[in-house]
């Protein structure tokens, strides 16, 4: 992936060096048409194309700002309320992630979000356990968990 991104760069630098103009606009050009190029000759060539994952990542971070903003409004709807009505729990969240960094960076992503911290991890690394400030269901969190940042990963990993 970061040769592809580096023979992009220089594809972009060649682009501007030929059109005889050094702006911000010709190097864009030159590197948009790079990633068609790219696009075109994965089927030539074994490589994953790189713009893929690219993506996948900008996916990854409006996913999270999404349930930022979700459980932000959550809490605070908690926080304010009169009567406090919450029910805390531990959720036990077997992992389909392979990778340290993965599980890792799962965790890292569920702690970042208010009303839920990871507490701890299972013993060969594949279980998390997640703290939470209010838990309707259990299943249905896991599910949106596996379905949101779990599977958003995977695509950013592979």
Same mark, same amino acid.
Do not use: C
């Given at each position: 992936?970061?040769?592809?991104?580096?023979?992009?760069?220089?594809?972009?630098?060649?682009?501007? &060096?030929?059109?005889?103009?050094? =702006?911000?606009?010709?190097?864009?050009?030159?590197?948009?048409?790079?990633?068609?190029?790219?696009? !075109?000759?994965?089927?030539?060539?074994?490589?994953?194309?790189?713009?893929?994952?690219?993506?996948?990542?900008?996916?990854?971070?409006?996913?999270?700002?999404?349930?930022?903003?979700?459980?932000?409004?959550?809490?605070?709807?908690?926080? &304010?309320?009169?009567?406090?009505? *919450?029910?805390?729990? !531990?959720?036990?969240?077997?992992?389909? &992630?392979?990778?340290?960094?993965?599980?890792?960076?799962?965790?890292?992503?569920?702690?970042? =979000?208010?009303?839920?911290? =990871?507490?701890?991890?299972?013993?060969?690394?594949?279980? *998390?356990? *997640?703290?939470?400030?209010? !838990?309707?269901?259990?299943?249905?969190? *896991?599910?949106?968990?596996?379905?949101?940042?779990?599977? =958003?990963?995977?695509?950013?990993?592979?």
């Amino acid at each position: 992936m970061a040769f592809q991104i580096i023979l992009n760069i220089i594809l972009a630098v060649i682009w501007m &060096l030929l059109h005889d103009r050094i =702006t911000l606009l010709d190097f864009f050009i030159g590197y948009s048409l790079g990633i068609i190029l790219f696009f !075109i000759m994965r089927r030539f060539l074994r490589f994953d194309f790189y713009f893929t994952r690219v993506i996948a990542i900008i996916y990854l971070i409006l996913i999270f700002i999404k349930e930022l903003i979700i459980t932000n409004i959550d809490v605070a709807k908690i926080v &304010l309320s009169k009567d406090m009505n *919450i029910n805390p729990g !531990i959720i036990v969240y077997p992992t389909d &992630l392979k990778r340290d960094w993965e599980v890792v960076f799962l965790a890292s992503i569920i702690s970042l =979000t208010p009303g839920t911290i =990871t507490m701890a991890f299972s013993d060969d690394g594949r279980t *998390i356990y *997640i703290h939470s400030l209010h !838990i309707e269901d259990k299943e249905e969190a *896991i599910n949106r968990l596996r379905h949101t940042f779990e599977k =958003t990963i995977m695509e950013v990993s592979h």
